[in-house]
């Protein structure tokens, strides 16, 4: 009877010395896998609180490109998390039903699933707030493009006439003929048109005023 005792006892402490070598591997596998995760959360928690300038629309959709491609990454990612979950949970489970009192914490690391799913939910909200911001900065490039070519169009035609009354009034002051009286009736022609023009010149004015505010 007492070798029988002794036999069942020994063969529970083997298999109890199992248990805790299945659990410590599982709390090994844990701490490899939750460190680099950990890691990259924080990356990117980093990456989409980042202040951006941008200048350009083909910058904006460089940054808009970036962030899709990450986004895309995130079920990948999701799936990570749930696997390391599920390692913590096949230890505690283990422990569970064979009545073993685990000691606090994984002895390998100090990430524990709390942490790990608290950084997680972060990035969760800090994506929807990345995308709205590069939205509003790809609608204010575009309002800026549209001004540029709008202050463009103008200028190309503002500036060709200006050239060509300089040329102009350059020529009437020398090829000057006829009374003083008909010579000054010219000039305020010119005077004329060049008040009747300066609507344009006051847009062009305008749209680089504006441009220059955005």
């Known amino acids: 009877l007492f070798r029988s005792l ?13 248990q805790l070598e299945t659990i410590d591997q599982l709390h090994l596998e844990y701490a490899k896998r939750a460190a680099p995760f950990n890691n990259w959360m924080e990356g990117a928690t980093e990456d989409l609180q980042d202040m951006f300038i941008v200048h350009t629309i083909e910058e904006i959709e460089g940054l808009i490109a970036a ?91 503002v500036g060709p006439w200006i050239q060509t009354k300089m040329e102009e009034i350059g020529r009437i002051a020398i090829e000057m003929n006829g009374t003083l009286e008909d010579q000054l009736d010219h000039l305020k022609q010119y005077e004329q048109r060049i008040i009747d023009y300066k609507p344009n010149i006051d847009k062009l004015e305008q749209r680089h005023q504006i441009g220059r505010a955005h």
């Open 67 to 157: 962030h899709e491609q990450f986004k895309s990454t995130l079920p990948d990612a999701d799936r990570e998390r749930e696997a390391i979950q599920g390692i913590q949970n096949e230890a505690q489970k283990i422990a569970d039903y064979n009545h073993i009192k685990l000691a606090s914490g994984n002895p390998y690391t100090t990430i524990t699933p709390q942490i790990i799913n608290s950084k997680w939910e972060k990035v969760q909200q800090l994506v929807p707030k990345r995308d709205g911001a590069l939205q509003n900065e790809q609608d204010k490039q575009q309002s800026n493009e549209h001004l540029r070519l709008q202050f463009a169009k103008q200028a190309n035609v």
């Open 6 to 18: 002794t036999h069942t006892r020994r063969e529970a402490l083997e298999k109890t010395e199992k």
